[in-house]
T-cell receptor, first 110, second 111 residues
Framework: GQNIDQPTEMTATEGAIVQINCTYQ??????LFWYQQHAGEAPTFLSY????GLEEKGRFSSFLSRSKGYSYLLLKELQMKDSASYLC???????????FGQGTELSVKP | GAGVSQSPSNKVTEKGKDVELRCDPI?????LYWYRQSLGQGLEFLIY????????KSGLPSDRFSAERTGGSVSTLTIQRTQQEDSAVYLC?????????FGPGTRLTVL
């Protein structure tokens, strides 16, 4: 079967660092994606990992370990506007559908 | 440049009616996907079009759901004889390389 797990909710303080974990068990693997979704809006692309290691993009970094079926999204210097749902998704084969976790609702407090 | 657009943004219908949801992908994107997001649930894959290949319909929940893509561009998702459990946000995405870009969605409410 296909299973992607991430925490339902997290709370962090403005200016701090937060790590959102994602574990997956899928029948195939051809990349892991992170999206940000503000309430009532479309998911927007944040990052893509297909090889093991860390990808850094400004305040956002994403890590992948294929052998452990594990990824995390790291957000630094948190801002209030980072309050959103963060979606972890796995692509099982090239070009194919994304399998999403339930999303992690992040609340950033002053 | 223009992103993925969807219409209508909101649709309220009565149980048993048919609805059509439209997606205009980013120009030049060859792949198009439909997902739905029910309240408190993750995004659920419905159907995928890639060029002239047969679509991947493996996510359609019942035969009341169908979709077509005309001329390799615009797509329409049709739900026949709507049920209350069809209430959700229906999201369309298009892709040219690795990344899928999502439209704003259509919020469907079935009364």
């Amino acid at each position: 079967g296909q299973n992607i797990d991430q925490p339902t909710e997290m709370t962090a303080t403005e200016g701090a660092i937060v790590q959102i974990n994602c574990t997956y068990q899928t029948s195939g693997f051809n990349g892991l994606f992170w999206y940000q979704q503000h309430a009532g809006e479309a998911p927007t692309f944040l990052s893509y990992n297909v090889l093991d290691g860390l990808e850094e993009k400004g305040r956002f970094s994403s890590f992948l370990s294929r052998s452990k079926g594990y990824s995390y999204l790291l957000l630094k210097e948190l801002q209030m506007k980072d309050s959103a749902s963060y979606l972890c998704a796995v692509r099982a084969n090239q070009g194919g559908k994304l399998i999403f976790g339930q999303g992690t609702e992040l609340s950033v407090k002053p | 440049g223009a992103g993925v657009s969807q219409s209508p943004s909101n649709k309220v219908t009565e149980k048993g009616k048919d609805v059509e949801l439209r997606c205009d992908p980013i120009s030049g994107h060859t792949a198009l996907y439909w997902y739905r997001q029910s309240l408190g649930q993750g995004l659920e894959f419905l159907i995928y079009f890639q060029g002239n290949s047969a679509p991947d319909k493996s996510g359609l929940p019942s035969d009341r759901f169908s979709a077509e893509r005309t001329g390799g561009s615009v797509s329409t998702l049709t739900i026949q004889r709507t049920q209350q459990e069809d209430s959700a946000v229906y999201l369309c995405a298009s892709r040219i390389t690795d990344t899928q870009y999502f439209g704003p969605g259509t919020r469907l409410t079935v009364l």
